[in-house]
C-alpha cells in the first residue's frame, strides 16, 4: 500500500514561512493498491491531490470522512474531479440525525458556499459508513466510532497482509485519568491493534491539552502511548496544531524522545510517501 499525505494540519490551513517543512494543508491522505483508490478526509489538502493527476488512473475515486469538522471537509468544493462528467465517485461518512448528504449541504450551500452538491458533474454516491467492513478492491474498510467531539470514526485499512490505522482527531485519554489504563476501554485500540502504520493526532503540548481537555484532541505523550499498547509497528504524528511552527514541532518530538522509541516516529509532513 502507498500512503501519501496531502494535508497534515488540524484546525485551519496554516501556510507561512514557518509551517513550510511540514506543511499547513488540513487533513488529506490517501492510499492506493492496484487499481484501487481510498482518499481519507476531505481538508484543503485535496484541493492538491484533484490538480495533481495522479486520479486519472483510476475508475473510482473512493473518499472516506472521518467527521464532518470544518477542517475535515473545506476541500469538498475544490476537488475537481466532482466537476467532470462521468467520473465515478463514491464516499461515506459516519451517520448523524439525518443522511450524510443533507448534513453536508449544511456546508454546501449557500450562505456558507456558492455551490451546491447538486452542481457536482461526475457520478457521485454519499452513504453512511456500513459498520461492517467495507470491501473496495482489494482493500478492507473497518470503520469504528471514537472519542471525539460529534459523530467520529476511525478507519483501518487492510490489504490483508498490511493494516494502515487512521486516526486523525481522538482524545483517548479522556476516558481515563491514567491513559493507558487498560485495552477494553481504550478508544480505538482495536482499530490500531497491530497495525503497521498508526496516523495518530498529536495535537497538543501537555501544556496546551491541561487547558483543552475534552476538545478531542491528543498530545504526543497521547499518541506514543497509544502506540504502544496498541502494538503499532510505526507511528505518523497528525493534526498538528495551527500555532505549532516547523521548529516546534522538533521541539516536541526531541522533547518527547521520539527518537528513542522501540518503534519508528515520523512527524505528519505534507507531500510524504510511506510504502507499507
Known amino acids: 500500500m502507498k500512503v501519501t499525505f496531502w494535508g497534515v494540519r488540524g484546525s485551519i490551513p496554516t501556510v507561512t514561512k514557518q509551517t513550510q517543512v511540514y506543511g499547513g494543508s488540513t487533513p488529506c491522505v490517501t492510499i492506493e493498491e492496484s487499481d484501487t483508490i481510498i482518499i481519507l478526509d476531505a481538508g484543503s489538502g485535496i484541493r492538491h491531490l484533484g490538480e495533481s493527476g495522479i486520479l486519472d488512473k483510476y475508475e473510482t475515486i473512493n473518499i472516506l470522512l472521518t467527521h464532518l469538522h470544518m477542517d475535515h471537509i473545506q476541500g469538498l468544493g475544490f476537488f475537481t474531479p466532482f466537476f467532470k462528467m462521468g467520473r465515478k465517485v463514491?464516499?461515506?461518512?459516519?451517520?448523524?440525525?439525518?443522511s450524510l448528504v443533507k448534513r453536508l449541504n449544511r456546508y454546501l450551500s449557500p450562505p456558507l458556499f456558492p455551490v451546491r452538491i447538486r452542481d457536482f458533474q461526475c457520478d457521485l454516491s454519499i452513504d453512511n459508513m456500513p459498520m461492517k467492513p467495507l470491501q473496495l478492491g482489494t482493500l478492507t474498510v473497518k470503520g469504528q466510532y471514537i472519542c471525539h467531539p460529534g459523530p467520529t470514526l476511525g478507519f483501518r485499512i487492510s490489504?490483508?497482509?498490511?493494516?494502515?490505522?487512521?486516526?486523525?482527531?481522538?482524545?483517548p485519554a479522556l476516558a481515563s485519568r491514567e491513559f493507558p489504563k487498560s485495552?477494553?476501554?481504550?478508544?480505538?485500540?482495536?482499530?490500531?491493534?497491530?497495525?503497521?502504520?498508526?496516523i495518530h493526532d498529536a495535537q497538543f503540548t501537555d501544556e496546551e491539552y491541561a487547558q483543552c481537555i475534552g476538545w478531542g484532541h491528543s498530545t504526543m505523550h497521547h499518541a506514543l502511548a497509544m502506540a504502544k499498547l496498541s502494538g503499532a509497528k510505526k507511528l505518523v504524528t497528525f493534526h498538528h496544531d495551527p500555532s505549532h511552527?516547523?521548529?516546534?514541532?522538533?521541539?516536541?518530538?526531541?522533547?518527547?524522545?521520539?527518537?528513542?522509541?522501540?518503534?519508528?516516529?515520523?512527524?505528519?509532513?505534507e507531500g510524504e510517501v510511506i510504502e507499507v
Open 159 to 171: 490489504n490483508g497482509q498490511k493494516a494502515v490505522t487512521y486516526i486523525p482527531d481522538h482524545e
Open 90 to 98: 463514491n464516499m461515506w461518512g459516519p451517520s448523524g440525525s439525518s
Open 245 to 269: 511552527t516547523d521548529a516546534c514541532l522538533d521541539r516536541i518530538y526531541l522533547d518527547c524522545e521520539c527518537g528513542s522509541q522501540e518503534f519508528p516516529v515520523v512527524i505528519g509532513r
Open 183 to 198: 485495552e477494553k476501554w481504550t478508544s480505538g485500540f482495536d482499530l490500531a491493534h497491530n497495525s503497521d502504520l498508526l
